[in-house]
């Protein structure tokens, strides 16, 4: 296992990146994170970690802020991203700017400098909807929302960087990832801090679609392990469980002690994939995560952590 010292984690001031950066300064010495606090960044999130950390506000597109951070770390982790589909089918813009353009200024720079891994954070939604069985890491892109095909975009510029200049690139391929400090307009927290104010959920069609879940402490660990193994790659990291979204809600509702009156079906969300699915026995085989946390647990704790703090997050 290569002993390494700094990293750099891009999006850090969002919902993955901010678990991720606390997890990161117990592994690492100097924890540098770099984001430019869109709608989706908060610096709130990286609030009690702020002393431990580098954190440097600016644009992934921006050659000489990132050249000078390559210049003092060795793992980048990229998690800066437009992450919200429905954003994406009002307008797909952002989404090539900062998915693609983003992603890619990132991994030219890497010829200029010594990073010797770096992580692309892409999704289980690149493969598109699957009825029966599970996408593998070889299957075809197959993205429906301009979200997924930008993610699919940055996806092959990897392995575009992989077969012309051999640049160390390891892809990651998670599946739905919830847990706390994740921004509101996302499904579990959405729907969390609205039952908590007894409003309406507005629950797309009829509820049907099926996603896997992974607590977000279970994806850090998953990832930093994955820096460790230091191969180039592709790694599906699947959820535990799956539950339909009608499910979800329903498991929401129950926690907060609130009725299912509240629930209110809405025409469901252009594009909609049915069902994500993907086996990532892959990473189980080369690296043996074991998820800590099944959808109950970790249900639980991220209800606990909105009950705390709803009033910040809103
Ligand atoms: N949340 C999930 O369920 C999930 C699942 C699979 C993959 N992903 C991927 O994981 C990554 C992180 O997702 P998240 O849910 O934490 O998203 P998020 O929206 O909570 O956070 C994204 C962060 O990136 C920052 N950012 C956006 N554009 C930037 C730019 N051009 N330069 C610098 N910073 C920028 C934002 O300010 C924000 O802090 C994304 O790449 C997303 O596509 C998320």
Request: overall charge negative; hydrophobic content about 35%; charged content about 25%.
């Amino acid at each position: 296992m290569p002993n390494r010292d700094s990293i750099l984690i891009t999006g850090g001031a969002g919902f993955i990146g901010s678990n991720l950066t606390r997890a990161a300064i117990e592994r690492f010495e100097e924890v540098y994170v770099l984001d430019n606090l869109t709608y989706a960044g908060n610096i709130r999130n990286l609030h009690s970690v702020e002393d431990k950390i580098t954190f440097i506000e600016g644009d992934i597109r921006e050659h000489e802020i990132v050249s000078e951070i390559y210049e003092q770390v060795e793992v980048v982790v990229n998690l800066a991203a437009e992450s919200h589909v429905d954003r994406s089918i009002k307008s797909g813009i952002p989404f090539l700017q900062s998915n693609v353009e983003g992603a890619y200024v990132l991994m030219e720079l890497l010829q200029e400098h010594d990073v010797d891994r770096f992580i692309q954070m892409s999704t289980d939604e690149v493969y598109g909807s699957i009825e029966e069985g599970e996408f593998s890491e070889g299957d075809p892109l197959d993205p429906s929302s301009p979200y997924s095909a930008s993610k699919a975009s940055a996806d092959l510029f990897v392995n575009a960087c992989w077969e012309t200049y051999d640049l160390p690139i390891t892809i990651v391929r998670p599946t739905n990832i919830y847990g706390p400090r994740q921004h509101p307009e996302k499904l579990i927290p959405k729907f969390t801090l609205r039952a908590l104010s007894g409003d309406r959920l507005p629950l797309y069609g009829d509820g049907s679609n099926v996603r896997q879940w992974l607590y977000v402490k279970d994806f850090c660990n998953a990832l930093l392990q994955i820096v460790d193994h230091d191969t180039d790659g592709i790694y599906n990291v699947a959820g535990p469980e799956r539950r339909s979204n009608i499910e979800v809600t329903k498991a929401i509702l129950e926690r907060v002690g609130a009725s299912e009156s509240l629930i209110e079906f809405v025409a469901d969300r252009a594009g909609h994939d049915k069902r994500y699915a993907i086996d990532d026995s892959k990473l189980q085989e080369e690296i043996g995560f074991d998820p800590q946390y099944g959808f109950a647990a970790g249900l639980d704790e991220t209800i606990e952590w909105y009950r705390k703090h709803r009033d910040s997050y809103q």
